[in-house]
């Protein structure tokens, strides 16, 4: 089987406005590195952080559990503020083609909860910059491209697992993984298996 770690991140979690901040990040030459020091990066929780959002963050967990044990299997996942981590065995669904799928209903489903959020009409001088009574909307987007990582043998399926569920814990947003509300963390047994059905009700 094909068991990839993957990072999808979204389209503003390295800002433009901040380019000099983490433009170096892509020169570094090794992979392994170049990979831990922009994830470092995303960590420091930059952008609009639209996966912050309970409710946003739920709709991104659900779409990556829609599909278990059908097209794929979760090894591991985790919902981030600004980008999401998966270690999933792909069955027949192409990688490229289920991120894809991932990307476009989380975007979709997200929208009705950013209406709420829209930020209020600024104005210059007597004239608003936007439509009478309109707010401009907020979209989330995500970057085309991803990060994989295949997974050769299980001591390196083992330490994917425990980076990606202690991604909140190194980021300072909680203090244990089982804390955290949108990884597979909390939904492991005594014995360190996934128990996901409380999940489906």
């Not at 043998?153 to 909680?174: G, S």
């Amino acid at each position: 089987n094909l068991v990839q770690f993957v990072t999808c991140r979204l389209a503003d979690s390295m800002p433009e406005s901040r380019r000099g901040e983490w433009e170096h990040l892509l020169k570094i030459e090794g992979v392994r590195e170049r990979r831990t020091k922009l994830e470092e990066y995303l960590d420091r929780g930059l952008g609009e952080c639209h996966l912050r959002a309970a409710g946003i963050a739920k709709l991104a967990e659900d779409a990556l559990l829609h599909f278990h044990d059908n097209r794929y299997e979760l090894l591991a996942w985790c919902v981030m503020p600004n980008h999401v981590h998966v270690l999933v065995d792909v069955r027949m669904t192409p990688l490229e083609k289920m991120l894809q799928s991932w990307k476009r209903f989380i975007a979709t489903q997200a929208e009705a909860v950013l209406a709420e959020r829209r930020s209020p009409s600024r104005r210059v001088g007597d004239t608003a910059l936007t439509a009478p009574g309109r707010r401009p909307a907020l979209h989330l987007q995500w970057q085309r491209e991803y990060w994989d990582t295949f997974m050769r043998n299980e001591e390196l399926k083992r330490k994917a697992v425990r980076y990606i569920e202690n991604n909140p814990v190194k980021a300072r947003l909680c203090l244990s993984a089982e804390a955290w509300d949108f990884s597979s963390a909390r939904c492991r047994d005594n014995y360190g298996r996934l128990v996901l059905s409380p999940l489906g009700d």
